[in-house]
């Protein structure tokens, strides 16, 4: 479960995260007002490892040891079934004998039936847990963009990237890589926020 966290999380973290100023660009000049555009030395940078600030995210950790633990009752109710259906089959092969020929067809066509729906019920496991990641980390993007926006105001930043490797950011000096701040930030505003909306 871990594995296919880390890995929609690599695949979808992949995505530039920017932030403009409203003023960016020229805007029109207004009776009293002039008109004001942002130049290369007005632009503050900075970029944060994507990996790093979601799998540290306390919001992240919990969420997803919840899911973790909801993935494993769901495997455990399915093997709890399929147990019971490979029981049914060996009892079959061991007592079909002395069924007669109508009754050795309705039985494999019943065993047919019962496969057909285990194999239907953990496909719609596999999909609820899936949709549940993808709810998941979309709301932990909703939840870091959110936070990020507020933080590039409150320190001057015109734009925050995303660091992946592989990504668009090929490089970034250290002096310009927020991610221990921003994942103190993180933290610290789910550890205040109350019970009822932190979930």
């Known amino acids: 479960m871990k594995r296919g966290l880390n890995l929609i999380g690599a ?14 660009g020229t805007s029109t000049a207004t009776e009293g ?4 555009e942002v130049t290369k030395g007005d632009i503050n940078i900075a970029f944060v490892y994507t990996d790093s600030v979601i799998n540290k995210y306390d919001y992240f950790k919990t ?9 494993k009752k769901f495997e455990g109710d399915l093997q709890g079934r399929a147990s019971g259906f490979q029981q049914e089959v060996q009892t ?11 009754q050795q067809r309705a039985k494999q066509e019943e065993l047919a039936k019962k496969e057909q729906n285990l194999m ?17 980390y979309s709301e932990v993007y909703d939840r870091v963009q959110k936070y990020l926006k507020t933080y590039a105001e409150s320190n001057d930043l015109t734009m925050v990237l995303s660091y992946t490797r592989g990504g668009a950011v090929w490089y970034g000096n250290d002096a310009l890589d927020v991610t221990e701040s921003v994942i103190e930030g993180l933290n610290k505003e789910y550890t205040a926020a109350p019970a009822d909306t932190a979930k």
């Open 63 to 71: 969420k997803s040891e919840e899911l973790t633990e909801k993935g």
């Open 92 to 102: 079959f092969q061991q007592t079909g004998g002395n069924m007669t020929v109508n």
């Open 33 to 36: 007002s002039t008109s004001t």
């Open 120 to 136: 239907t019920y953990r496909d719609n496991l596999m999909q609820e847990l899936s949709a549940d990641e993808a709810a998941l």
């Open 11 to 24: 695949l979808s973290l992949a995505t530039v995260l920017l932030y403009g100023c409203e003023n960016a």
